[in-house]
């Protein structure tokens, strides 16, 4: 079993900046693959970024490519999503969830566990 928390969201505007962190506690936190996932009112949740368990492969969705930066600190149990440039279409509750495998997965029915999510208004 695998608990997250996820914090650092809050109401910014277009064109600035937030870091979101995810604490992980119950499991080894290194055997874990990570993953940033977010879901706007309506729309179905859809994959952000997602890091490698060991933190040496990430990988983005098109739309936060060049924007956004996922890493993680297995010392702290910690992931973290640095959200920069941000537009309205970035509103959203953002989740992270977690895989006890190595790689990096794009598919949300790829994961284990989940946080309860951390909401991110952008105002133009």
């Known amino acids: 079993q695998v608990q997250l928390a996820e914090s650092g969201g809050g109401l910014v505007l277009a064109g600035g900046s937030l870091r979101l962190s995810c604490a992980a506690s119950?499991?080894?936190?290194?055997?874990?693959?990570m993953g940033w996932f977010r879901q706007a009112p309506g729309k179905e949740r859809e994959f952000v970024a997602t890091?490698?368990?060991?933190?040496?492969?990430?990988t983005y969705a098109d739309s936060v490519k060049g924007r956004f930066t996922i890493s993680r600190d297995s010392a702290k149990n910690t992931v973290s999503l640095q959200m920069n440039s941000l537009k309205p279409e970035d509103t959203a509750v953002y989740y992270c969830?977690?895989?006890?495998?190595?790689?990096?997965?794009?598919?949300?029915?790829?994961?284990?566990?989940w946080g309860q999510g951390t909401q991110v208004t952008v105002s133009s």
């Open positions: 969830a977690a895989k006890r495998s190595w790689g990096t997965y794009k598919p949300l029915t790829s994961y284990d566990y």
């Open positions: 119950g499991r080894t936190f290194s055997n874990y693959a």
């Open positions: 890091i490698s368990a060991i933190g040496d492969s990430t």
